[in-house]
């Protein structure tokens, strides 16, 4: 599994609640994507917001990342931002999961 870890910038003051309304919107996007697993916004207790993207593979995540329809999301969310996301990427190498009944 290929991972994806986004830390965003501040949001602009007055603005949050169309970046978490952009955020439910984006998902509708990005899950129509082969590959495509999860993806989270996580609340700080301090800083920013996070966002934890798993996909299949790198090669599937890039495959999304570089879509016209990503770079129309982007378009939509950017004036929202203080700056630019920091992106962090990642392999699963050891996962244990409990089992949901």
Not at 2 to 9: A, G, T, W
């Amino acid at each position: 599994m290929f991972v994806n870890l986004v830390e965003f910038p501040p949001i602009k003051k007055g603005k949050d609640g169309e970046f978490k309304k952009w955020f439910e919107w984006s998902n509708t996007v990005y899950e129509r994507f082969g590959g495509f697993i999860s993806r989270r916004l996580l609340k700080p207790t301090k800083g920013n917001y996070v966002a934890i993207v798993e996909h299949e593979s790198e090669k599937t995540f890039m495959a999304m990342h570089l879509s016209d329809e990503r770079q129309k999301a982007w378009a939509k969310v950017e004036p929202l931002l203080k700056g630019s996301p920091t992106p962090h990427f990642y392999e699963v190498i050891i996962a244990s999961e409990k089992k949901r009944r």
